[in-house]
């Protein structure tokens, strides 16, 4: 009987958990039901819009816009806060591609955007052996999740949301096109927003140069890379690139003994930070970024839709002239010499030595004058008193305020406490320059400097700044008198006191300029010698013989903007010109008597590739072939047996003095140059313009107010001061051979009737030309 009994019961209990069963499946089958209702509600956009195919295709991502140097080199990069340049999937090593897919997603060649298997896993343990988010998926939540939702109901519809975008970019895109994305638009942190500029800010490369080591500690970053960020936290990093690593071993990637020895390798960062104020060719990105707004403010310029192009967001691609090798090497003449320079400057300028350091010949008066005027010029005046609204009074008792701050020193930066004013007094010690180069057959720029430090000193001294240009302005005197009298570098004129009387040329009193040693030789003098040792009463007689405005006629030609007095006084080099202007005007002589506009961007293109300007040059015929050439063979004296001779070696009685002051000396070079030095009074300014025939460099070195120089002509001088910089510059740039800079003598013109060559018999037609010429500036003073 209880046989019987047990049996009903056991009936009943069967019945019964056939009724849990058929309970359990109906919840999840209800559970799965509203699943698929939820993507499908999502798919139709109740739970918030979903980006379009044609948005899947286009990402509203912010790229950088990216300078190129002509060899191909990033420069620099515009940018707010995205420092983003993409890559091709291509242009990914192998192993970074590996350590990514062994540590993210190991089965992504095996779904299609969403990993079934992982994302159970996560369900049943709740993540406690790890989540589910694909790469696409994570891609899907980088593009079109702008903040994760703390709250649960919110965060689920936000990953439902992103599982849907994640099927349809599996659909739109390729594999190795969702990993080149991913990997482009993860901030990696340190302004290295994608792979190509964590690549160059952490390890100084392009993506394809990395090491595995190096890949692994990106990878790692993935995981949070604000918490593992080498700069910060070199052992979380270092432990989080070892897990890669055991990742790429359990996946096959690697071997048990790379393993065992990447693991022991230590953590190498080479940390190269990109930002607007570091880095190469910082003046003349600055310079480049002025010329692109004007450019984008430009309407035949704007973007398909009407809008302006947004340099910090739109990725464009500005290809420039700039060679990154040349600009190296300028940079590194700069600072080479300058350091030197600077040293000596600071020992000649002790308050035992000068009591008005840095300045000269000033009242303690002006200096405070000069001081006031740089405070009310400065950019903190300028932001405390339009973008704070401070008061003059305010201002100026901010600035006597001590304050900790970073100070600029050629031995490093220094941490120290002073006032602002204090600092604008420190600062005014140091001396200044300004170097450009040149291609001037096709108005190339290859190399820009702007000054010693563009952190500290901002002033662009290459195109903002104007100087006295001193006897490097002569050239153009010779070159007028050449093509209006067709002079040779072998005639002579007598070194004798020479005046230009009053009013003949707008000057309202005698022009009796001495030359610089105040001494008259008497003598009978060629050209040639005359330009080579800057002897001024020979310029003056050919001013007085052609005048000024000719003189003033042809630098406009040549590309001179800044205004210029026609009168006298310019053959001595008065003018206020930019060395942008002078090397553009002496390229003149270069090319043949061709003037072409210096060239920057030969051409922009926007992130797709689309070509949007062209440079085209702008050339214009100013001298005969014969006169430039003339007026070349005439400045080669200068660098024979001129101001400039130091150049070709090694003088014994100035030894030391040029060791000690003459950046990489002994130069030695042996082939043809044609140059001029440039001094103004007081040895304010220095100059120095160096040509060879496929390359024309201007170099100038000053302070930054005139009262600020050497006390003597030694080392004020432009052969002291700026020439050292044109002959560091141009050895390394001759000893660089893959930039093919010219060794060559200036191609001479088919048809010469001018004697250039002072060796050979002068011709009747020419001695009688040189009489007369001599007959004619007789002047009975």
């Not at 230009?500 to 009978?524: D, F, L, Q, R, V």
């Not at 210096?598 to 926007?606: G, K």
């Not at 009074?681 to 060879?692: A, E, K, L």
């Amino acid at each position: 009987m209880a046989k019987k009994v047990s049996k009903k019961k056991t009936v009943k209990e069967q019945g019964s958990f056939k009724k849990y069963i058929l309970w359990f499946w109906g919840l999840i089958g209800a559970g799965l039901l509203l699943l698929a209702l939820i993507f499908l509600l999502a798919s139709w956009g109740v739970f918030g819009k979903l980006p379009t195919f044609e948005v899947l295709e286009n990402p509203d991502t912010n790229l950088a816009s990216e300078v190129i140097s002509s060899d191909g080199k990033t420069l620099g990069k515009y940018y707010f806060e995205d420092n983003r340049t993409p890559v091709d999937f291509d242009e990914l090593p192998d192993h970074l591609v590996n350590a990514l897919i062994a540590t993210e997603d190991e089965r992504y060649y095996d779904h299609s955007g969403i990993d079934a298997r992982g994302t159970l896993r996560a369900v049943v343990f709740l993540g406690a052996r790890g989540g589910a988010s694909t790469i696409t998926q994570q891609l899907a939540k980088l593009l079109f999740t702008d903040k994760v939702s703390s709250n649960i109901v919110e965060r689920i519809i936000q990953k439902v949301k992103e599982w849907i975008i994640a099927v349809r970019l599996e659909d739109q895109y390729t594999k190795e096109e969702i990993i080149a994305m991913y990997f482009n638009i993860y901030d990696f942190g340190n302004q290295a927003d994608g792979i190509r500029s964590a690549a160059r800010i952490y390890f100084g490369k392009e993506p394809s140069k990395l090491e595995l080591d190096e890949s692994a500690m990106l990878v790692g970053m993935f995981k949070n890379s604000s918490l593992y960020n080498p700069l910060r936290n070199p052992v979380g990093v270092t432990n989080r690139r070892n897990v890669v690593f055991e990742q790429m071993y359990k996946n096959k990637f690697i071997s048990e003994v790379q393993l065992d020895t990447l693991k022991e390798a230590p953590l190498e960062i080479d940390y190269h930070p990109e930002s607007h104020r570091e880095g190469i060719a910082t003046y003349f990105r600055e310079y480049l970024r002025d010329w692109l707004r004007t450019w984008t403010s430009d309407p035949k310029n704007f973007r398909p839709d009407g809008e302006k192009y947004n340099i910090y967001l739109d990725g464009l691609k500005i290809f420039t002239t700039i060679d990154s090798r040349m600009q190296k090497y300028a940079e590194e003449a700069v600072t080479s010499h300058m350091t030197n320079l600077q040293a000596e400057y600071f020992v000649q300028n002790t308050k035992e030595r000068n009591k008005t350091a840095p300045f000269h010949d000033l009242t303690p008066e002006e200096i405070e004058k000069v001081i006031d005027n740089s405070m009310r010029r400065s950019e903190r005046w300028r932001h405390m008193r339009d973008d704070l609204g401070k008061s003059s009074e305010q201002i100026i008792a901010s600035f006597k305020e001590e304050r900790p701050m970073r100070i600029f020193s050629w031995k490093g930066e220094i941490d120290t406490v002073m006032s602002p004013l204090d600092s604008l007094r420190y600062y005014k010690y140091f001396l200044q320059t300004g170097m450009m180069s040149m291609e001037p057959q096709s108005g190339h720029v290859k190399a820009w400097v702007g000054g010693i430090n563009y952190k500290h000193f901002q002033y662009d001294h290459v195109k903002q700044g104007r100087r006295q240009v001193g006897s490097t302005f002569k050239p153009f005197v010779y070159a007028t008198a050449i093509d209006q009298l067709h002079l040779s570098p072998c005639d002579q004129l007598p070194d004798i006191y020479t005046c230009i009387e009053a009013h003949k040329y707008g000057n309202m009193e005698p022009w009796c300029p001495k030359n610089s040693n105040g001494t008259y030789t008497g003598e009978m003098i060629t050209l040639k010698q005359a330009l080579a040792n800057s002897v001024n009463t020979i310029t003056a007689r050919l001013m007085d013989k052609v005048g000024p405005q000719p003189v003033v006629n042809l630098i406009r030609r040549m590309g001179v903007e800044s205004p210029v007095l026609a009168v006298p006084s310019i053959g001595l080099g008065t003018p206020d010109l930019s060395v942008y202007e002078m090397v553009g005007a002496f390229g003149t002589f270069a090319n043949q008597g061709v003037y072409v506009k210096p060239v920057m961007v030969t051409r922009i293109e926007d992130k797709n590739g689309t070509v949007l300007y062209e440079s085209v040059p702008e050339t214009r015929d100013v001298l005969s072939p014969e006169v430039a050439y003339t007026t070349v063979k005439l400045m080669e004296g200068v660098t024979q047996y001129g101001s400039g001779a130091r150049l070709r070696g090694n003088y014994a009685k100035n030894q030391q003095f040029y060791k000690e002051i003459m950046t990489d000396y002994p130069y030695e070079f042996t082939n043809p140059i044609a140059g001029k030095t440039g001094t103004t009074q007081n040895q304010s300014d220095g100059w120095f313009m160096g040509m060879v025939p496929n390359l024309v460099t201007g170099v100038w070195v000053g302070g930054e107010d005139r009262s600020i120089h050497f006390a003597t002509i030694r080392y004020g001088q432009g052969a002291s001061m700026a020439l050292p910089i044109w002959g560091s510059y141009m050895k390394k740039c001759y000893a660089d051979e893959d930039l093919a800079i010219s060794k060559d003598a200036f191609e001479e013109p088919e048809e010469m009737t001018i004697r250039v060559d002072c060796n050979q018999p002068a011709e009747a037609e020419q001695d009688s030309i040189q009489v007369d010429y001599n007959e004619n500036l007789d002047i009975d003073f």
